[in-house]
């Protein structure tokens, strides 16, 4: 990239000279000519700094700066923004801090502010997350730069997200390495030997780069594994040092290594083969489909595997990998009657045939029975098994395969395709047709008690949460609409109900489960949406919100437009539960007279006014709405707003789930 021409250098101890020689004559003048003016007010006193009084910051605070000195030659920070340029990351949404300040500098300014756009963040959690959302609709990665060891614990909950819902997210971390150099207070206290330490067990892979062409070969690497299958976040330390220091003008140049992406793991031929004849087989095979589709394309194969063989379809939710709307959509309960079932990318294939009981009377301890029939045959196609550590424990229970491929599911969909056709007689054909018709029965049976049971307590007060989600699906359903978040606090309302169809209607839920995942993760998403022409919806859960709400100022500030509907049940309802059902089984409620559960547990007196503060960050708003009859117009208030390129919150009163 060619550099920019700084423009006229201004010397600065010759301006402040020129400052005072133009002062001085000014007061030589007014001194000779009287002149009736009101009186100023003092100058309003110093404002002294929060950090604690030291030699350096009473320095810093009240003594007179010395002149910088000039950097010679190309900052070493602008070598790596060209690296990062390479890779079209478009958006960098982060939380300003000194320990990056030198790659900070050369992106806004070297680097134009454009591809990355820098995004400013109040939060290095909101930061992660947002480019969690976003990569859910793009496809891409964004990059985000976290500050040494406290930035970085601040983003840890939003990385393990992106680590167990198998997302690329580029994190950069400053650090000052060198401590005979770096400076003495702050910095020191945010530096350490090896920040890479504190994420090294959720992340696909970290480095730190020692000199400018490690860091291109160690960047181009990054983002080259982030984006193999199973995707994942990867983190580089940056040492401050090494962002500041000019390029050298002798010797041989750093280079930019050329980014060609990986082919996603397939699985096993023969497996596939294998899988294929029990498949083609089974009376009653069934698909369960967690994070099976990294890509549209992933979904049109999942329906053409299905229909070949009129298999019935789980979609646990961890993307859009099945239309709602199809008649092989099938609820969970399914998997008591299939003889065969094919897990695709499942986060845990145990529970997928096994139910646990937690609390069940036993002690407080859970309880376990299966799902499944004895001689049920399990087929697995993941590709987590070419990435799992043993630290955290998102691989779940061990559950024994009888055909397992660790390989990307998608990629390996056209080969399992071939293979099933190959594999099923002409004398089954006509028992699969059958399958179809018995399938196309129970669909039909399954949404009509699904609608009769969102029916109950609809006009209830505080609104039920099946008509917040049905009345938010009325007013998007004309517009090209994606729900860019939805916690499953909602009694899982919209996939029950809305039809959902195209891949980015539904983007999956956190991954980790981490509470504060849900308004950022919406506000990247709508960005990549914002892009795309889409309308962005969000049912927005209240504890979730006050986790980081100053991502609603970060909407608002970069003009993300954004439909945010409030659950707002007024607690963490899901402990709320928890601890009733304890206290039950320890008979609290009856010793110590009365329910206790709400302590702790509870989001009220007073009531966060959810509305207001959205206002007070620059979104348009509304509420509280209790009742029901007012959903609808504010509804069509609020989408209109969006549509014109405003955030829109509404504040809902809810029922608890």
């Excluded at 998102?394 to 399992?416: C, N």
């Excluded at 504060?516 to 209240?542: C, E, K, T, W």
Aim: one cysteine or more; a positive charge; aromatic letters at 8%.
């Amino acid at each position: 990239m060619a550099r920019k021409d700084p423009g006229p250098q201004v010397d600065r101890r010759k301006f402040l000279t020129g400052v005072a020689a133009a002062g001085a004559a000014t007061a030589a003048a007014t001194m000779s000519t009287p002149v009736t003016r009101a009186a100023e007010p003092a100058p309003a006193a110093r404002v002294p700094s929060a950090l604690p009084p030291s030699m350096h910051v009473a320095q810093a605070e009240t003594g007179t700066p010395r002149e910088p000195a000039r950097v010679p030659g190309i900052p070493g920070s602008d070598f790596m923004v060209d690296v990062v340029k390479t890779l079209g990351i478009k958006y960098l949404p982060a939380n300003c801090a000194s320990s990056y300040r030198a790659i900070h500098e050369s992106l806004i300014n070297y680097g134009g502010n454009k591809q990355p756009e820098f995004l400013t963040c109040m939060h290095e959690e909101s930061a992660v997350a947002m480019a969690h959302g976003y990569f859910k609709v793009a496809g891409k990665p964004l990059m985000t730069l976290c500050h040494g060891t406290v930035g970085l614990q601040h983003a840890t909950m939003g990385i393990y997200n992106a680590w167990c819902d198998r997302v690329p997210v580029i994190v950069v971390g400053g650090n000052d390495m060198d401590a005979a150099t770096r400076p003495p207070g702050v910095p020191t206290f945010h530096s350490a030997q090896d920040i890479n330490a504190l994420v090294r067990d959720f992340t696909k892979w970290d480095d730190t780069p020692v000199s400018l062409q490690h860091f291109a070969q160690s960047f181009v690497r990054a983002y080259k594994i982030a984006m193999t299958p199973p995707y994942g976040p990867v983190m580089i330390s940056l040492d401050a040092g090494l962002q500041q220091e000019p390029m050298k003008d002798h010797g041989e140049k750093p280079y930019v290594p050329r980014y060609v992406p990986t082919a996603p793991p397939q699985g096993d031929s023969g497996a596939v083969k294998e899988a294929a004849r029990l498949l083609a087989a089974a009376q009653n095979p069934l698909i369960v489909a967690d994070r099976a589709a990294r890509t549209p394309n992933g979904m049109r194969l999942l329906v053409q595997l299905a229909e070949t063989l009129q298999a019935r379809v789980i979609d646990q939710g961890g993307r859009m990998n099945f239309p709602r709307t199809h008649y092989l959509s099938a609820p969970p309960t399914a998997v008591s009657s299939a003889d065969v079932i094919l897990g695709l990318e499942l986060s845990d294939f145990w529970a997928t045939v096994n139910s646990y009981t937690d609390n069940a009377g036993n002690g407080g301890i859970g309880t376990n029975s299966t799902r499944i029939k004895r001689d049920t045959k399990l087929i697995s196609i993941s590709s987590v098994e070419l990435n799992t550590k043993a630290n955290y424990q998102d691989f779940q229970r061990f559950q024994v395969i009888d055909v397992p491929m660790a390989g990307d599911a998608e990629a390996t969909l056209p080969a399992l395709i071939e293979a099933v056709k190959a594999a099923i007689p002409n004398d089954r054909k006509g028992a699969i047709a059958a399958r179809g018709e018995a399938a196309k029965k129970a669909y039909t049976e399954g949404k009509e008690r699904t609608r009769a049971a969102a029916a109950l307590g609809w006009d209830a007060s505080p609104v039920s949460t099946a008509r917040l989600c049905m009345e938010v699906y009325a007013a998007v359903k004309d517009l090209d609409w994606s729900l860019v978040a939805s916690e499953g606090n909602v009694s899982n309302w919209p996939n029950r109900l809305w039809p959902m169809e195209k891949y980015h209607h539904w983007l999956g839920r956190s991954g980790g489960y981490g509470v504060g995942y849900g308004a950022p993760a919406s506000v990247g998403a709508a960005l990549a949406n914002r892009d795309l022409g889409r309308f962005s919806v969000s049912i927005q859960s209240d504890g979730d919100l006050m986790y980081a709400p100053g991502v609603l100022w970060t909407a608002a500030k970069h003009k993300i437009p954004l439909l945010a509907v409030m659950h707002n049940n007024r607690g963490y309802h899901q402990e709320v539960m928890h601890v009733q059902r304890l206290s039950n089984f320890r008979n609290r409620v009856a010793n110590y007279g009365g329910d206790m559960g709400p302590v702790g547990t509870r989001i009220e007196n007073p009531d966060i006014e959810y509305h207001k503060l959205a206002e007070s960050m620059g979104w348009w708003a509304k509420g509280p709405i209790k009742d029901p009859a007012q959903l609808g117009p504010a509804l069509k208030e609020a989408v209109k707003v969006v549509q014109a390129g405003q955030p829109a919150l509404l504040n809902v009163w809810t029922q608890p789930r």
